[in-house]
């Protein structure tokens, strides 16, 4: 797992460095795919720890004195800050660099960074399908994207030899690479990502609000089902808030519909139709099968949780 | 944690054998609390298993021939099976025993069950909150009930003392007790546990429908957050069919919240209201956090899936 592999960037920089960035760089690091790495990130505190971590080499506040001479520039920031990050640092990118970014949205990505990008720079905006509820540069590590999907989504800029060699660079990660257009990307992670954060969200907020039944017995009881969602609904505010700006259209489409199939089962509860609920809750156990035989997934019970028992 | 005890009950009968049933089984058992098991289950495979896995001693395809002679009956079966299974063995109960169950309903329960008990048997419904997405004898383990609340509902035919023995059985099989009025215990599991339920069948069969986006899509990206709704949506059709026909008020009162909540988030999206989606977003992590302090989750980041790779 932690095989050296030869060097493809001598200077990668990335700005924002949470859990993502801080797994790139570990990851990278690890590997040998990258000799040094600089980062940026607002807060103090964040450098200090990234410093501390030796995760990085160098931790600057500013994007535009982390970029300086660097190969390989990885956005790692809430997609709401990148229109300002690419028109910030777009004067001083080396030529022949590669500007790519970790984004959950991407159609947005390409609008925002492309006309900002200057000759002789690479773009190609990707997307690492892996993650968890934690933030921060310690919540990182280098396993994070083994075994994961990464998508590309080329924008028009995107030279070929650029996409293969990023596409190279989170092969060397560990993770599995597929190239998509940035507009289906969009609608593939509104039903597989951010639909399952916003009902995540919003299930924690209706049983917090909730006069009947105390926030205690929430907790109590949350075993029989309702923890599951707290994981998704513990995820960083800021990301998931920009997410959802950016993804409007696709989001709205995939709510529409999850809402008309929520009215639809709410209907055959109302009116006592216990066919059309079986029928319903029998189709869907296929689908996680197959999520644990693409290794997406463990097939533990209960991840394991249950039998995890503390003496 | 397997020490012995004193025996509570010379014979204790399950009606239904799967998950729960064999879980109590292994775990009164290993506990030493009774000292001879029979079930009954309506196919000849399950009954099968259970005996060739030695969780049983005798078993029955009818309920009334496994509840001959005993001291504890704990009906296992989906709710809807309850009325017919106690109007059933109500003319062979014995003298003295004590009636349970482990359904996911309580105010239903005792409708559909007190009437038939007869005078001289006690009657205490009672609910195990915990389980995983596996079904039958086989997927049960002794550690299912540690550290998880086992709540009882007595009704007017409950005596004290059969409250105290039961609750004792079950502090035996190391859970915590509650007791609760079967009306508030319907309200409280529905926001913590039917309606996640819920939506989780319903968000994998939105997903499962779409046109745009192959279910091969969707299984590949599943990581992204999707993932975490198939273990609750894998779980067994027909027990879930019967929650919800036979919790109807309280779930159709939760749902409408959850939507209504649902629909401001959705204006909030459409209109970009980024203050609104923060707030919203800030204020559920500190659910999770009481959770994991509650002893009912794992603080492992992304349930320890992400780092269980395989070389």
């Given at each position: ?25 570990r990851a ?46 990885i956005l ?120 399952p954060h ?114």
């Amino acid at each position: 797992m932690t095989k050296k592999q030869d060097v493809m960037f001598k200077k990668m920089a990335l700005i924002g460095i949470g859990l993502i960035g801080s797994s790139i760089a570990r990851a990278a690091r690890q590997k040998g795919l990258v000799t040094e790495i600089s980062c940026s990130a607002r807060t103090h505190d964040t450098r200090r720890t990234a410093l501390e971590l030796g995760v990085v080499d160098e931790a600057f506040e500013q994007a535009i004195d982390a970029v300086k001479d660097a190969d390989l520039v990885i956005l790692c920031t809430p997609v709401g800050t990148y229109e300002k990050l690419a028109e910030e640092i777009a004067p001083v990118l080396k030529k022949g660099a590669l500007v790519s970014d970790v984004g959950s949205v991407k159609q947005m990505v390409v609008e925002a960074m492309e006309p900002h990008i200057p000759e002789g720079v690479d773009f190609v905006p990707g997307h690492p399908i892996s993650g968890t509820e934690k933030s921060g540069p310690a919540a990182g590590f280098a396993e994070l994207f083994e075994n994961r999907w990464c998508i590309l989504t080329p924008s028009r800029k995107s030279t070929e030899e650029a996409v293969e060699k990023l596409s190279d660079f989170w092969k060397g990660l560990g993770s599995d690479i597929e190239v998509m257009d940035p507009r289906h990307h969009d609608l593939v992670l509104a039903i597989t990502s951010h639909i399952p954060h916003l009902v995540a969200y919003n299930i924690v907020g209706t049983a917090d609000d909730l006069e009947e039944v105390t926030q205690s017995e929430v907790i109590k009881y949350s075993a029989g089902g309702f923890r599951d969602f707290t994981r998704l609904a513990a995820s960083d505010p800021t990301m998931w808030r920009d997410v959802f700006l950016h993804n409007k259209e696709a989001v709205l489409e995939m709510l529409g519909r999850f809402s008309e199939d929520l009215t639809a089962l709410q209907r055959a509860i109302r009116w006592g139709d216990g066919d059309a609920l079986f029928q319903m809750f029998s189709r869907t156990r296929a689908i996680r099968r197959q999520i644990i035989d693409a290794g997406q997934e463990t097939a533990e019970a209960d991840f394991g949780r249950s039998t995890h028992i503390e003496d």
